[in-house]
């Protein structure tokens, strides 16, 4: 789950991370009464769920109330397209107006969970403003890492080792210590699986605060994080994959043609692979995961079939916990109440795979049942390809 940057920034205040000082609006007539307070210049930020804000003219600087003014109207709903938008970018609904900052330096520090060291790796580099991956690429030596012993937690010695990396005055060495232990604090008790501040700025009189802040957090670990979940803004996330999170579906629309249905994220991967392979494209990632019921398997064929973009299903299930049969029911229940006017594939294995496949075969719809998952990739491929020429 993401978070607005300013929603990121007052958890982190909670836990004493230094931040600008700055107030949220989505009216501009607000703007007189916040410059008041915060006192010239000020950053006018657009919030949306994406990177690369600036480049796409959603943050300026303003040095007068006139300069502030134009900047959130100008912002203010206002469709923004960045690298991480798409084309068809978002629209901007909030704009965060912060004091403007005296940035002596740029640096920049991040928090994720490493799965293969099965630990939260904290990275540092002195290539603030910058993505990570670029600097990864052409410069990985500018970044300094450090594993972090879950049952320990950040010491002191590992954050004086990474702040020493930054290459900063005494007063600043010292702030950035004191900024890294409270990050990891704040990463740890909200069950984050990334805090990323870029940049982290240090200013002439050496203070150091998070400039810009990205916080993402572990789906699973909402239930004991209710003011988490508060901070969750539907209007950036697509209508399609709000209706999925409601029945526990874990849903993504993507741009292709092909509606896919998996249980496990590995093969609903291989699957996308596999279509692509095939010559079509995925319309979805969409796992049902490994027990769903059949009132679950309903809801994502009426999910799926709802994106107006899809011309074919493959559905694509190895039988453990959720059986052939019960898979084969939920189809079969799900087509006598939507009107399916695509070509639907299904593959499955596993566990009362004869009795599924048998439950398809009487149903008296016109499933096409393959034998194996690249001859399902390529039956609806297929399929698609004839529709479009009929």
Known sequence: MNIHEYQGKEILRKFGVPTPKGSVLNDANDVKAIVAELGLPVVVKAQIHAGGRGKGGGVKLAKTLEEAQEAVESILGMNLVTHQTGPEGKKVNTVLIEEGMDIAKELYIGIVIDR????????????????????????????????????????????????????????????????????????????????????????????????????????????????????????????????????????????????????????????????????????????????????????????????????????????????????????????????????VVIRMEGTNVDEGKKILEDSGFDFTVASGMRDGAEKVVAAVKTAAEV
Not at 190 to 219: H, Q, R, W, Y
């Open 116 to 343: 293969e060291q099965e630990k939260a790796c904290v990275m540092v580099s002195e290539e603030g403003g910058m993505e990570i991956e670029e600097i990864a690429e052409n410069s990985p030596e500018k970044i300094m890492k450090e594993w972090v012993d879950p049952t320990m937690g950040l010491m002191p010695s590992q954050a004086r080792k990474l702040a020493f990396f930054l290459n900063l005055p005494p007063e600043g060495f010292k702030a950035a210590v004191g900024f890294l232990l409270k990050l990891y604090k704040a990463f740890e008790a909200k069950d984050c699986s990334l805090a990323e501040i870029n940049p982290l700025v240090v200013t002439g009189d050496n203070k150091v605060l998070a400039l810009d802040c990205k916080m993402n957090f572990d789906s699973n670990a909402l239930f004991r994080q209710k003011d988490v979940v508060e901070c969750r803004d539907l209007s950036e996330e697509e209508e399609l994959e709000i209706e999925a999170s409601k029945y526990d579906l874990n849903y993504i629309k993507l741009d292709g043609s092909i509606g896919c249905m998996v249980n496990g994220a590995g093969l609903a991967m291989a699957t996308m692979d596999i279509i692509k392979i095939s010559g079509g494209e995925p319309a979805n990632f969409l796992d049902v995961g490994g027990g769903a019921s059949e009132e679950q398997i309903e809801n994502a064929l009426r999910i799926i079939l709802a994106d107006e973009s899809v011309q074919g299903i493959f559905i694509n299930i190895f039988g453990g916990i959720l059986r052939c049969d019960r898979l084969a029911n939920g189809v079969v229940n799900a087509a006598g109440k939507i009107n399916i006017k695509v070509p």
